[in-house]
C-alpha cells in the first residue's frame, strides 16, 4: 500500500528518469531556436567546432544539446526546404523534425541505455542524434540493423543528415571485398547488419595473418536496431566461418531411398492405428484409444489423424494421461516394448530420432546390427586378453575395431539426420526450396536465411530428401557468440518497441539498462483480450468471415501468419471466398516492396507472416489518411501449442484491420505487428516524427 501511495507520489523509477532529462530538452530546444538564424554554411561549421572542444578537454556530455540541436535544426531546414532524398531508388520528401520524446530516447542512447520505443515514433530518426555526437570523436560508430536492406536504407536516408553536416557515411553490403569493407569501416559512421560485423571481427581475428589485411578499425560505440531481436533471440545462434571439409563422408544419398521407404510404412502404420484410436473414442473407450494415440505421436508426431484429434480438449487430455502414465518408473519396461512395436521414434522437443530392432531389420534384413554402435570398450578389453595375439596383431585389431565403430557411428548419424528431416522439418515451414537450393526460414520472422545452413549433417539430410544438389560437409574455422561480440564495444546501446519484458536478461547479460520513453501522444489503439476457439477450423472460419466483413466496406486488412504454410491456407481459403488479397511470405520476398506499397489501400488485404516483412518497407507506403489503426486479439487452442488470431478494431468505426492468426514465439513480434498501422497512418508521412 506504501509503494503504491509513493509510486503515485513520485512517480515509477522509469517516469523519474524521464523528468531527469526534461531541462535538458528544454535546453536544446532553446539552442535550436538560436541555430534558425545561422546560414546553413555556419550551421555546417559547427561540426569542426565540436570537434576542436573536444581536443580542448570538453566532454561528449558537454557537448550532447549543442550537438543534439544542431542535428534538429538540421531536420527542420531539410522539412523546410522540402528537401527530396533518393532512397534506394525512390524519392522521399524529408518531413521529420525531433519531437521532445526523440530528444530523450537519443539521450538515453548516448547515456548507453536502451531507449524502447512504440512502434511508429521515429526510432531511425532518434538514432541521429547519440550518431552525430559519438562520431564527433573520430573513432567510428556501428549502427547495427536487422537486415541488409534496413542498412543500405538509413545510410542513404539519414546520411543525408551526417553528409550535410561534414560527417562521412559508410554501409556493409554482403559481398563486398576487402577493400570496399576497409573503406567503410574508415567512415565516422558505418551502417551494417549484426552478422556483417561479427564476421568481419571472425576474419580479422582468425584468419587475417597481417595487421594490413584486417577492415574494422576498433569498437567504440555501437546503437542497435531491434535490439531484443539482435542481443536476446539473435544471440542463440553463435557466428560461425566455415570452410569445406577435407573428407566427406556423409552417405545421405545411399540411405534417401531406403529411409524414404520407412517413413512411408511407418506413416501408414500410424495412420492405422490412428483409424483405430477414433472407433475406439466411439465405442466410449477413452483411455485405449489415448494409448494408442500417444503411440502415434511417439512414432510420427505430425501424422494430420493425431492432430486433428489433439484438436478435441477431451482427446488431448487423455493422450496426455497415457503419456504420463507412461514415463512413470513402474511401466518404463512397457515404454520401451511401445517403442519397440514401432520402426523408429521421435522426440519433436528435441528433434531426436531413434531405430527400433524393426526399423534396423527394415533397412538391412540381412544384418540389421549394420545400424548398431559396437561396443568398442569390451571389443579392445577382449584383444587385451587375446593371448593368440602379440602387441602388433593387438594394436592392428585395435585399429580395425576403431574405423568399424566410425563408420557404424557415420551409418547410425546418417539414418538419424535423415529422419529428422522426414519427419521433423516441414517445407514452407522450417525451408523452402529456391533454384535449386534448401533456404532456411527464420522461426521468429519467416524470413528466408539465405547463406545459413544447419549443422551436423541435418542441412545435407534435408537436401537429400529434397532431391536438390548435396553440398559438401562444413568445417568450423572460427566462431563467436553474438553476446561475446557485443561485449567487445567501449559503449553499447540499443532501440525497440519491446525492451522492457527482457529488461532483467540485458542488464545480467549486458549490463544494459532500459529506458521505457512515453509517446508523443496518447495511444488510441485499443487491445483486447484474446478470443478462445476450441479447434483451428472454427478459428480459420472465423478469420476469414471477419475479412470478408471488413473487406466489403473497404477496410485495408493485415493479416499476420506465422509461417508460410499458414498463410497459404488462410489464401486458399479467401480465393474460395474470392477475396482479392496479397500474400508476403519467404516465397515471395521479392515482390515484397510492391506488395506492402499497397497495404494501406481501401479495402486491401496483405498477409504478412511476420512484423518484419511489414516494416521494411513501411516508410514507402501512401498512406490513405482516412483510416486509423487499433487492435483486439483471439487465441486458439489446438494441438501442440496456442495459437491467437488477432484483431484491430477502429477507432473511430474505421480504421486498419489487424488479424493475427497464429502467435508467435517471441512476444516482441506480436507487439510489433501491432503496431505497424502507426507506419500506415502516421501524421507524418515517413512515420517517423513531425513538425
Known sequence: MIQWFLRKLIGSKNQREVRKLQPLVQKINEIELQLQALSDTQLQAKTPEFKARLTKGETLDDLLPEAFAVVKNTCRRFTEARRIIVVRGQEIRWEMIPFDVQLIGGMALHSGRIAEMATGEGKTLVGTLPTYLNALTGDGVHVVTVNDYLASRDSEWMGEVYRFLGLSVGCLQNGQHSEE???????????????????????????????????????????????????????????????????????????????????????????????????????????????????????????????????????????????????????????????????????????????????????????????????????????????????????????????????????????????????????????????????????????????RRWSDGLHQAVEAKEGVKIDRETQTLATVTIQNYFRLYEKLSGMTGTAETEANEFKDIYNLEVLVIPTNRPNVRIDHNDLIFKTRREKLNAVIEDIRQRHAKGQPLLVGTASVESSEIVSRMLRRENIPHNVLNAKYHQQEAEIVARAGHKGAVTMPPTWRVAARTSNSLPAWRSWAGCMCSARNVTSHAASTVSCADAVPVRGIRVLQVSSFLLKMIDAQLRGFPSHLFHDDPSGHGGK
Open 181 to 451: 569493407r576497409r573503406a567503410q569501416y574508415a567512415c565516422d559512421i558505418t551502417y551494417g547488419t549484426n552478422s556483417e560485423f561479427g564476421f568481419d571481427y571472425l576474419r580479422d581475428n582468425g584468419m587475417a595473418s597481417r595487421v594490413e589485411d584486417q577492415v574494422q578499425r576498433g569498437h567504440a560505440y555501437a546503437i542497435i536496431d531491434e535490439v531484443d531481436s539482435i542481443l536476446i533471440d539473435e544471440a542463440r545462434t553463435p557466428l560461425i566461418i566455415s570452410g569445406p571439409a577435407t573428407v566427406s563422408t556423409h552417405q545421405y544419398d545411399k540411405f534417401k531411398g531406403p529411409v524414404s521407404n520407412l517413413v512411408r510404412k511407418q506413416n501408414q502404420f500410424c495412420s492405422e492405428m490412428a483409424a483405430q484410436a477414433n472407433q475406439l473414442l466411439q465405442e466410449g473407450k477413452m483411455d485405449e484409444a489415448g494409448l494408442l494415440f500417444f503411440k502415434v505421436k511417439t512414432g510420427m508426431p505430425r501424422n494430420k489423424l493425431l492432430l486433428k484429434a489433439l484438436e478435441n480438449p477431451e482427446t488431448r487430455r487423455a493422450i496426455d494421461d497415457a503419456e504420463l502414465s507412461m514415463y512413470q518408473d513402474p511401466k518404463r519396461t512397457e515404454l520401451y516394448k511401445l517403442k519397440e512395436t514401432l520402426y523408429f521414434t521421435i522426440e519433436e522437443k528435441s528433434s531426436e530420432a531413434d531405430l527400433s530392432e524393426m526399423g534396423r531389420h527394415f533397412l538391412n534384413p540381412n544384418d540389421p546390427d549394420a545400424f548398431v554402435l559396437p561396443d568398442l570398450i569390451t571389443i579392445n578389453h577382449d584383444i587385451d586378453q587375446n593371448p593368440s595375439l602379440d602387441a602388433a596383431a593387438k594394436d592392428q585389431a585395435k585399429l580395425a575395431a576403431q574405423q568399424n565403430y566410425e563408420e557404424a557411428n557415420q551409418r547410425v548419424h546418417n539414418i538419424s539426420q535423415l529422419l529428422r528431416a522426414y519427419c521433423v522439418f516441414e517445407k514452407d515451414v522450417h525451408y523452402v526450396v529456391q533454384d535449386n537450393k534448401v533456404v532456411i526460414v527464420d522461426e521468429y520472422t519467416g524470413r528466408m536465411m539465405s547463406g
